[in-house]
């Protein structure tokens, strides 16, 4: 989905947030050290910034950023929570500020909605599978699959975490709305209806699995 430059000099934190950007579909620079950073800058599509770093502070890099690229989403992310470094963070030009620990699938949707007002997130890629977010049109192997607004939606939440189980009430509130009131027989007839037009079954890959008594799930071996 996005080339992301996260900054952040321990390497435990940074290696275990890496790895779940990177299964959900991102390419993620990883640097330590807020020098290093500067010269990966430019290819980003997003920075992802710690304050506390060695040999150029957090703060410094943002000046940076927003200096030679105004335009570019940049997040902080830092155990710094007062709301002077709040404020600080702010007024340096990020577009949203997060402290730790994050929970994570609430960092990628921040990362998401930073990317999508920047205008970055076009379409998802997923194997053979690409899906325009604009036009909410998928394509298989370059052919249009035919899919309903609303099974794009459902398909587009789940194919935004790969790997990552949805109840059938969080695809209900992500593609109907939280005021819907339908019944989880309704996400099961949109699931059959979006594999039947994805090929599965009859030699197509199945994109999506059936968790038992949890929900559903893109697979991330497509």
Same mark, same amino acid.
């Given at each position: 989905?996005?080339?992301?430059? #996260? /900054?952040?000099?321990?390497? !435990? ?6 790895? #779940? ?27 992802? !910034? ?24 940049? !997040? ?17 030009? =990020? ?34 599978? /690409? ?20 099974? #794009? ?21 992500? =593609? ?37 008594? =949890?929900?559903?799930? #893109?697979?991330?071996?497509?």
């Amino acid at each position: 989905m996005a080339r992301i430059l #996260f /900054v952040e000099d321990d390497e !435990l934190t940074r290696k275990a947030i890496s790895r #779940f950007l990177a299964l959900r579909g991102h390419e993620i620079i990883e640097v330590g050290d807020g020098a290093d950073a500067l010269a990966h800058v430019k290819g980003a599509d997003l920075v992802l !910034l710690d304050v506390m770093l060695p040999n150029l502070d957090g703060w410094d890099v943002a000046r940076y950023v927003r200096s030679h690229h105004p335009d570019k989403p940049l !997040l902080m992310l830092t155990a710094l929570g007062a709301l002077e470094h709040r404020l600080k963070g702010f007024d340096l030009g =990020a577009d949203d500020y997060l402290t730790k620990p994050v929970d994570l699938h609430e960092l990628e949707a921040r990362l998401r909605v930073a990317l999508r007002r920047s205008g970055h997130e076009d379409e998802l890629v997923r194997g053979r599978l /690409v899906l325009d977010l604009g036009k909410k049109v998928a394509r298989l192997d370059g052919a249009d699959v035919g899919l309903s607004t609303l099974e #794009f939606d459902v398909l587009a939440a789940l194919a935004r975490r790969p790997g990552h189980v949805l109840s059938r009430q969080r695809l209900i509130d992500e =593609a109907w709305g939280p005021d819907y009131e339908g019944i989880d027989r309704t996400v099961d007839v949109r699931i059959a209806s979006i594999r039947r037009k994805l090929g599965g079954g009859r030699g197509g890959p199945e994109y999506i699995e059936t968790v038992r008594n =949890a929900g559903y799930r #893109f697979r991330v071996d497509v």
